[in-house]
């Protein structure tokens, strides 16, 4: 029950762990993306500009206490601000799940890692490492475009808020597909990382 119990905590410890990465990573990537994407243009506007409102729309995503989103020169529509709040508790939630597996990684690094038990959890991290493999491989085989269609359409079941309208929602223009796949390949690495470093540790220990 215990062993189950800190497979469940790492699982989404690790999980939760990447995406924050990520979230910083693709922040502070993005300055890079406005010129590698040629964002300024598509939206016409200048590097500072963009950088200034999704610097805005960035904020607005991860404080928790802002609650109120508006970019100055990329005004939202209704279906827009709804989708950039279902985001917004995504990742809230994400954070919060950080945070309450967090103690519970740290004594797994004592009580497991610390003490050469680890090898006890080489299959846990095994597959670990191999699902999302699966998975990027599939992305791969279909396309990233309806990969990332699919993963809206998983994630946002019933909702196609996600769906952006460049006309009344002109901040997709400076949000391009390439940038999500920057995004999910920094992630992938991050993940892949942190799960292939346990499962190696696992290897040396008996």
């Not at 963009?50 to 404080?63: D, Q, R």
């Not at 699919?150 to 952006?164: K, S, V």
């Not at 999910?184 to 991050?190: D, E, Q, S, T, Y």
Request: net charge positive.
């Amino acid at each position: 029950m215990l062993r189950s119990l800190r497979s469940i905590n790492q699982i989404f410890f690790i999980l939760s762990a990447a995406i924050l990465l990520t979230i910083a990573l693709a922040w502070a990537i993005y300055p890079l993306e406005i010129h590698w994407l040629g964002i300024q243009s598509r939206t016409g506007f200048s590097a500072s500009v963009i950088m200034k409102n999704f610097n805005v729309l960035m904020n607005y995503l991860t404080n928790p206490f802002q609650w109120v989103l508006k970019m100055p020169q990329f005004p939202s529509s209704k279906n827009g601000l709804h989708h950039f709040e279902a985001v917004k508790y995504l990742f809230h939630l994400v954070t919060v799940v950080f945070l309450v597996t967090l103690p519970g990684f740290i004594q797994f690094l004592r009580t497991v890692v610390k003490k050469g038990y680890l090898a006890l959890y080489r299959g846990l991290f095994f597959w670990m490492m191999l699902l999302p493999v699966m998975v990027a491989v599939m992305a791969v085989i279909i396309g990233f475009d309806q990969f990332f269609t699919l993963f809206h359409q998983i994630l946002f079941a019933g909702d196609n808020t996600w769906l952006f309208d460049p006309r009344v929602d002109s901040i997709i223009l400076a949000l391009p597909e390439d940038y999500f796949m920057h995004a999910f390949l920094i992630f992938f690495v991050l993940y892949e990382g942190m799960c292939a470093t346990f499962y190696l540790f696992s290897r040396r220990t008996k």
